[in-house]
């Protein structure tokens, strides 16, 4: 059992390593009863300034569950910071910011064909969900994509108890997904999609999830999916 735990955290360490070099840091903070979407490193520990703008052009699909719990698309802005309209008692945003090239001066927004001394790249796939409050319906994903699901109400708890969540994609339990709490690892999914998380503070809460891809597309080596889980506790 020793022998499979040091290889269980080599994994994790491998894989949440990467992710946090690749994947950006999305999440949602309300405005009146809209929600604006922000990108930065304020809720990680990634070296980086608090807010890094991007172009509204990259949100792709925006999702809001109304207080009935109702699931359905809304339209966003088209302006930065991206907005939101609500109310909303969960809202998703899925964002797709293209291809990434890491060189040893630096990582730029462009394929690998088009970037001299490329030593790795991506395509970047991510999505942020923010409960406001809890309906039943949550317990069911909200989008195709990769997403958090907590199959139990997050406001009911406090520091101290877990956290139990489903990792889905394409509506489906998906395993073997690297999650963190706070830019921590703390696990993978398991063949059913399930996780726990043991929630350490009040405030807000920064779940997130990511799952490397090989790509056949010469622009990049992989595809890089990630997502985050937001919410608040007292």
Not at 108 to 126: H, I, Y
């Amino acid at each position: 059992m020793p022998g499979y735990l040091s290889r269980l955290a080599a994994v994790l360490t491998l894989l949440l390593g990467a992710s946090a070099a690749t994947a950006h840091d999305y999440w949602l903070e309300p405005e009146g009863q809209d929600y604006l979407l922000y990108r930065g490193h304020r809720y990680s520990q990634h070296q980086g300034a608090a807010v890094v703008p991007y172009e509204p052009s990259i949100v792709s699909t925006t999702f809001c569950v109304d207080a009935t719990g109702r699931q359905k698309r809304v339209s966003a802005s088209h302006s930065y910071p991206v907005r939101i309209p609500g109310p909303c008692a969960a809202v998703l945003v899925e964002a797709d910011s293209g291809y990434w090239t890491q060189t040893l001066t630096g990582t730029k927004n462009q394929p690998r064909d088009q970037v001299f001394g490329a030593l790795r790249s991506w395509r970047a796939v991510e999505g942020v969900k923010r409960i406001e409050s809890w309906k039943p319906a949550m317990k069911r994903p909200v989008s195709d994509g990769l997403e958090l699901v907590s199959t139990t109400d997050p406001f009911a708890l406090r520091p101290g108890d877990k956290l139990r969540l489903l990792v889905t994609w394409k509506g489906r339990p998906r395993g073997g997904v690297a999650v963190a709490y706070d830019g921590d690892p703390r696990g993978v999914s398991g063949r059913d999609g399930r996780i726990n998380i043991r929630l350490r503070h009040g405030g807000t809460q920064v779940i997130t999830a990511s799952v490397d891809e090989p790509s056949n597309d010469p622009k990049s080596d992989k595809l890089v999916r990630s997502t985050a889980l937001m919410f608040d506790l007292p």
